[in-house]
């Protein structure tokens, strides 16, 4: 793992970078693209003139025109069928939801079409359709616009699902998933929009299968992933100053999960805990914890740790929204149970 260190630091300092915002490098990824393919199109909410509702489409409709990049009405079992009717015909359909919560109105088509076509069809048909969107908990935008949809989304069969957290690993898994030959659905956390970095010039993409070691460590491994990976950093420091040393891993693909960097950790570590803003019903967390039971029970010094959201709607106002999520607070504590 510290080479893999070394050869990133030295990647910095060869290859020049520019400083984007994580929706502008939304943005540039899938600009990009289809500048790259023509097949390549947009369709959602005000994601025309007006540019998304995060300005992740923003100039897009100027440059391709109004066919590839189409407003629609306010109906997203329409346009998502739409999308993927597309997609069955050749295209490549990148499918905004101004708000991830508004895709439960698409669910039908996103089950049944979506994800299981290529199966149903015998092969006859492909999906190669990105849905996308804003989601998660964010600063005080009620219960019905705070939905972590990842939890409803994993049992599909057929589809893929990724989490961006930083400028660089959204546009990495942005062009990826349109090239990718399988729906994909790309979590984006409504809160992390205007992290900035330094992202490389040159052409790239992250694997869609690929977790990320955010940082190397010997006592405990934290997986975790989207908004929740910079609480855990945050917890991280105050866990170094207390003598211990976490090693931080961003699971970015959420189906399905990688285990061979994650069971590599475990290996390593012998004690995990879990940190996600997803429900804990029903949870990726829940999923996770039964994945690495199965699979590296026998490393496992210690049960594992799973800290989620609480099974409520998030609260409107603010200082009962962030009760009903983790704090680095709790996963300091967690981490101190873990290895006594």
Partial sequence: MKVVGVIYVTRSILYPRHELLLFEALREGLEEEMERDPRVCVMGEDVGHYGGSYKVTKGLATKFGDLRVLDTPIAENSFTGMGIGAAMTGLRPVIEGMNMGFLLLAFNQISNNCGMLHYTSGGQFTIPIVIRGPGGVGRQLGAEHSQR??????????????????????????????????????????????????????????????????????????????????????????????????????IRSLKPFDLYTIGNSVKKTHRVLIVEECMRTGGIGASLTAAITENFHDYLDAPIICLSSQDVPTPYAGRLEEWTVVQPAQIVTAVEQLCQ
Avoid: W
């Fill in 149 to 250: 949809l990842e939890s409803y989304f994993q049992s599909v069969p057929g589809i893929q699902m990724v989490a961006c957290s930083t400028p660089y690993n959204a546009k990495g898994l942005m062009k990826a998933a349109l090239r990718s030959e399988n729906p994909v659905i790309l979590f984006e956390h409504v809160l992390l929009y205007n992290l900035k970095e330094r992202i490389p010039d040159e052409d790239y993409i992250c694997n869609l299968e690929e977790a990320e070691m955010v940082r190397p460590g010997e006592h405990v491994t934290i997986l975790t992933y989207s908004r929740m990976r910079y609480h855990v950093m945050q917890a991280a420091k105050t866990l170094v100053n207390k003598g211990y040393d976490p090693e931080v891993i961003d």
